[in-house]
């Protein structure tokens, strides 16, 4: 699909959890100041034996009065990250008011509770009389369609997406076709967070994909995106939720949205393996562009995927360079936030549209040496720029890429 759109779509609703913060406000202040919570894991279960996995990991939630007490209780962690975070953009977005047949989520994101499935395993595999009967339900990713469908009322569609690291922008644009197609009048894609246990990490580690060897000791060093120091991924606990409507349907309801969501492409590169393809990345780059009806000189501002990975940024780079984005700013979301797997692509979108809005760019933490000085990076400091188009990037293992343009409305 490379026309331009038939109807203006908007984002006019936002929520997120994360490691820096919980809420847009505090999430944005923490961005803007380049606030960090990396250090050696401690939620149980993420280490065994002397392993010492990086991280940065939530810290107490503030739970809203009004969830339902009986759905937290047994719900997994990813499961009540998914009710606050939402909660959050259902009453920012005013949803209450909507016909909930015409609602519709897209939960991105797949085996996202490993660590308690883990923990369960490894508590009951002697006393399985005792085994609670919500492991038959919250081993099913689609256990969070269940927990958010009943507390919000969801009646339109409700299922998960599994994308790998694409999972949260994949479900935007699964929610955003569905709303174009007339399906739903709201669409709410939500990267879920992604609950790794100590099985995950040490296979990330293996296959070179997580970090740190150069940087163990020191953890706040450790994620680096695009700098040449760079040794891998750090992971960050998250989870984001946008809402995605037409824009008469925001405005019946009062809204002021964040953005124009302008186009979108996702293409696969036929590789089952982690390695990115240039092709493939600017093949969305384009096409996302020319969806938008955007030149690449529209573009002010670039979030790409930027994990810190040496072949993922190397790649990213050369795609940024040539579809000639390099005029644009570019700053790394995962620099603060720590990589969130299935919900990368959701937060860090939620990130730019808070940029857009308050018209500031968020710092890079550890770009110490670009790998590329030629382009446009936001490094140390935050910096004033009104942001009028953005190219928003996200990529997984198995040759998934996807890019999203919005524009200023």
């Known amino acids: 699909m490379i026309n331009s759109l038939p109807s203006e779509l908007v984002l006019s609703g936002l929520g997120v959890t994360s490691a820096i913060g919980q809420g847009k406000t505090a999430f944005s202040a923490a961005l803007m100041r380049g606030d960090h919570a990396f250090r050696v894991m401690q939620r149980h279960g993420r280490q065994r034996g002397d392993s010492a996995f990086l991280g940065a990991e939530i810290g107490d939630l503030s739970i809203p009065d009004t969830l339902s007490k009986r759905l937290l209780q047994a719900a997994t962690f990813s499961g009540k990250l998914a009710l606050v975070t939402l909660a959050e953009a259902w009453e920012e977005a005013h949803l209450e008011g909507v016909d909930p047949q015409r609602i519709g989520l897209v939960i991105g994101g797949s085996n996202v509770q490993q660590r308690e499935q883990q923990q369960t395993q490894e508590n009951y595999a002697n006393r399985l009389h005792f085994l609670h009967p919500n ?235 670009p790998i590329d000085p030629s382009l446009n990076w936001v490094r140390e400091q935050a910096l004033d720029h009104r942001m009028i188009s953005a190219l928003k990037l996200s990529l997984g293992f198995g040759g998934i890429n996807t890019a999203v343009c919005i524009s200023e409305l």
């Open 135 to 369: 492991y038959a339900l919250n081993f099913l990713d689609s256990d969070l369609c269940g927990l958010c469908s009943e507390q919000f009322g969801v009646k339109g569609f409700a299922y998960t997406l599994g994308g790998a690291s694409a999972s949260g922008q994949a479900a935007l644009i699964q929610a955003a076709e569905a709303v174009l197609a007339n399906r739903v009048d709201v669409g709410i894609a939500m990267g879920a967070m992604m609950d790794l246990s100590f099985w995950e990490c040490a296979g990330f580690r293996t296959l070179g994909a997580m970090g740190s060897d150069r940087y163990g000791q020191q953890p706040a060093l450790a994620c680096r995106p695009f700098d040449a120091n760079r040794d891998g991924f750090i992971y960050g606990e998250s989870c984001g939720v946008v809402v995605v409507e037409k824009a008469h349907s925001a405005r019946e309801r009062h809204l002021t949205p964040y953005a124009a969501l302008a186009g979108w492409a996702m293409g696969m590169d036929g590789n089952r393996g982690p390695n990115p393809s240039l092709e493939g990345e600017i093949h969305v780059i384009q096409t996302a562009l020319a969806q938008a009806g955007l030149t690449p000189l529209d573009i002010d501002y670039v979030n790409p995927h930027g994990t810190g990975s040496l072949i993922g940024d190397e790649t990213e780079r050369q795609a940024i360079a040539a579809c000639g984005l390099g005029h644009a700013f570019i700053n790394a979301t995962k620099s603060i936030t720590g990589h969130g797997l299935s919900s990368a692509g959701t937060v860090e979108l939620i990130a730019t549209l808070l940029q857009m809005r308050n018209a500031r760019l968020h710092p890079s933490r550890n770009l110490e040496t």
